[in-house]
């Protein structure tokens, strides 16, 4: 199984972005796909999760102010950010728990700044 994370980038306060997590290989097909964050010296958050049924949860940190979404056809899972702060600076990982295992991603760096 690999998670490719793309979609990060250096974007505005206020701004948005689209973050995709494309999944591949062979996997049971009841799993929960999540977003995770990690900052210089944070520990790694939860951001938003979504399960194969397509039930999601958030993580405190931006909730009201992303959506997760799972495009089952294409293994692949988004996640939309908007008004974005400084603070939401951070790598971005998705995960994949599938039975008693956990696949990471590489992670995509979003910076916001002006």
């Known amino acids: 199984v690999q998670l490719q994370a793309s979609g990060g980038g250096l974007v505005q306060p206020g701004g948005s972005l689209n973050l995709s997590c494309a999944v591949s290989?062979?996997?049971?097909?009841?799993?929960?796909i999540g977003w995770y964050r990690q900052a210089p010296g944070k520990q790694r958050e939860l951001v938003a999760a979504?399960?194969?049924?397509?039930?999601?949860n958030y993580g405190d940190s931006m909730k009201g102010r992303c959506t997760v979404s799972r495009e089952h056809a294409k293994n692949t899972v988004y996640l939309q950010m908007n008004n974005l702060k400084p603070e939401d600076t951070a790598v971005y990982y998705c995960?994949?728990?599938?039975?008693?295992?956990?696949?990471w991603g590489q992670g995509t760096q979003v910076t916001v700044s002006s």
């Open positions: 290989g062979s996997f049971f097909r009841i799993n929960v």
């Open positions: 979504v399960t194969s049924g397509g039930s999601t």
């Open positions: 995960n994949l728990k599938v039975l008693r295992n956990s696949f």
